[in-house]
């Protein structure tokens, strides 16, 4: 049973002892927020100061961001990026080349990850990097498994399908 949490537009989330509200918009589909969620929930004791949809003075915004301890978000470059959904080879090239200590994760729903792998083996071509690119398959229970009814997300990837290239 899906939580009662996501059939609202906005969800309040909560996830090691962290919460989050993520809107989703009229035209979106259900799957990029809940992708964002998860993102969020997977890397917070990674990144405790992680953050979903802020704008950073980019070309990009990125869909989960976050910044080292003491810094200002939107100053500096920030310690990760996620991405959820469709991202083209254009902004993956853009991005790994403007941001080299940047750790990347590349969400996918429900999907195999070898054509992406390929896309993003291409992009970091030539690209010296000191930061990993994680690419993740969520499955397509997700919004059952790892939601409950109070808002709680709890997933890790030991439930995931996912690769990271270094």
Excluded: C
């Excluded at 919460?19 to 918009?25: C, F, T």
């Excluded at 750790?103 to 970091?124: E, M, N």
Aim: hydrophobic share 40%; glycine share 6%; charged share 25%.
């Amino acid at each position: 049973m899906i939580s009662p949490i996501l059939s609202r537009r906005k969800w309040m989330l909560k996830a090691h002892d962290q919460h989050i509200v993520i809107v989703r918009g009229t035209r979106e589909r259900f799957t990029h927020p809940l992708m964002k969620a998860l993102l969020w929930a997977l890397y917070i004791p990674n990144y405790p100061n992680i953050s979903v949809e802020i704008h950073i003075g980019d070309k990009y915004k990125p869909d989960v961001i976050a910044y080292p301890p003491g810094v200002n978000l939107r100053s500096g470059e920030p310690v990760f990026w996620g991405e959820a959904g469709q991202t083209g080879r254009d902004k993956i090239r853009s991005l790994v080349r403007r941001y080299r200590n940047t750790h990347f994760a590349l969400a996918k729903y429900d999907t195999t990850l070898d054509p992406h792998i390929r896309i993003v083996r291409d992009a970091l071509d030539g690209v010296t990097r000191h930061a990993p690119f994680d690419l993740i398959s969520f499955p397509e229970d997700s919004a059952e498994r790892f939601f409950d009814a109070e808002g709680n997300v709890t997933v890790t990837f030991d439930e995931l399908h996912w690769v990271r290239l270094e």
